[in-house]
Nanobody
Framework: QVQLVESGGGLVQAGGSLTLSCAAS????????MVWFRQAPGKEREFVGS????????YYADSVKGRFTLSRDNAKNTVYLQMNSLKSDDTATYYC??????????????WGQGTQVTVSS
């Protein structure tokens, strides 16, 4: 069992930055890809990015590529999502998940509770 807790969400102006954190506890954190998804009201949950257990391999959705950066600190059991040049389209609840690293949310058993990011234009 893995427990995940996100933090760092908030209200930011368009063009601004936020860093989200996801702290993990429970089973060995380093065994899993850590992945961020987001879900806006009335929309399906969508993949944002993933980072491998080593932190050396990252993969991003086209919509955030070049603006968002994933990193992880296995010693602290924490993964970070640095979000720059935020747009109103980035407004959503952001969820971290632990699992195989795929882009389909249905493959993940471990989820955080979500943190809200609101970008004002």
């Amino acid at each position: 069992q893995v427990q995940l807790v996100e933090s760092g969400g908030g209200l930011v102006q368009a063009g601004g930055s936020l860093t989200l954190s996801c702290a993990a506890s429970g089973r060995t954190f380093s065994n899993y890809y850590m992945v961020w998804f987001r879900q806006a009201p009335g929309k399906e949950r969508e993949f944002v990015g993933s980072v491998s257990w080593s932190g050396l391999t990252t993969y991003y959705a086209d919509s955030v590529k070049g603006r968002f950066t994933l990193s992880r600190d296995n010693a602290k059991n924490t993964v970070y999502l640095q979000m720059n040049s935020l747009k109103s389209d980035d407004t959503a609840t952001y969820y971290c998940a632990a699992g195989p690293g795929t882009t389909w949310s249905g493959r993940y058993d471990y989820w955080g509770q979500g943190t809200q990011v609101t970008v004002s234009s």
